[in-house]
């Protein structure tokens, strides 16, 4: 079982910049990829980034060249840089750690990231 916990969110105005972590813990198995998801209001859950345990990264379209995902894994904590924000970032933003060759599926419980004026 692994745990994970998000933090960072906030209120950014249009235009801004905001870092949220995940911090991960548990039993932690590598070759793993840890995502980041996010779901806005009224909207479905999108994927946004992820990052493997050998630093390989890949976003969505929607978000590329304006959001950087990196990791410490000394410290099990993968971060999310976003920028150039608009109100189509907003949303609650949940990473997740995952294991194919043992099945690990883990979820955090998200962080609020709100974009307005």
């Known amino acids: 079982q692994v745990q994970l916990v998000e933090s960072g969110g906030g209120l950014v105005q249009p235009g801004g910049s905001l870092k949220v972590s995940c911090a991960f813990s548990?039993?932690?198995?590598?070759?793993?990829?840890v995502f980041w998801h996010r779901q806005g209001p009224g909207k479905q859950s999108e994927w946004v980034a992820h990052?493997?345990?050998?630093?390989?990264?890949n976003y969505a379209p929607s978000v590329k060249d304006r959001f950087t995902i990196s990791a410490d894994n000394a410290k099990n904590i993968v971060y999310l840089e976003m920028n150039d924000m608009g109100p189509e970032d907003t949303g609650v933003y949940y990473c997740?750690?995952?294991?194919?060759?043992?099945?690990?599926?883990?979820w955090g419980q998200g962080t609020q990231v709100t974009v307005s004026t």
């Open positions: 997740n750690y995952k294991n194919g060759i043992r099945g690990d599926d883990s």
């Open positions: 548990g039993s932690i198995f590598r070759p793993y990829v």
């Open positions: 990052i493997s345990s050998l630093n390989m990264t």
